[in-house]
């Protein structure tokens, strides 16, 4: 009967701390795995449950998927002109600009290649997710398992 009860308290936990992170998280990993074709998982479905895993005890899960988010969409063409600035002020492209080669326009196309689907910036949404210490305690393993 304990171990019942305890199993209905971990799925209302799973339920009430996941908010809107289920859709999110199908949404994200759809696009992991069929768009960005992300080697690291096998399914849309294993990425969900790893997401929802992560994200039903946390108060920033929205802003965690939003990073995920983030990491495999395009990014603004604002953003995509920033990252192009900072390039030519740190002179990145001074030898096509001293060579007359340097084309704003294709620099701008590679910088939004380079930035959408980038796995580099998902482990950075992780990295700072972890960060975070999460709202809802783990479930003592020695109690789960002896029921009390």
């Known amino acids: 009967m304990k171990r019942l ?41 294993q990425c969900k449950r790893g997401c929802l895993d992560d994200m039903y005890r946390r108060s920033d899960a929205a802003e965690v998927l939003d990073c995920y988010a983030a990491a495999a969409d395009p990014p603004s063409q604002e953003v995509v002109e920033a990252t192009v600035d900072e390039a030519l002020a740190r002179g990145v492209y001074g030898v096509a600009i001293s060579q007359g080669t340097f084309d704003r ?44």
């Not at 799925?11 to 768009?35: H, M, W, Y």
Request: some cysteine.
């Open 5 to 45: 009860t305890l199993l209905v308290l971990l799925t209302a936990l799973v339920g009430c701390g996941s908010g809107d992170s289920g859709p999110r998280c199908e949404q994200i990993c759809r696009k992991f795995v069929n768009v960005c074709e992300w080697p690291a998982w096998t399914s849309v479905e």
């Open 105 to 148: 326009e294709q620099a701008e196309i590679r910088a939004r290649s380079q930035m959408t689907c980038d796995p580099f910036a998902a482990v950075q949404c992780k990295t700072e997710a972890v960060l975070v210490q999460p709202d809802l305690p783990l479930v003592n393993e020695d109690t789960a398992r002896s029921g009390g």
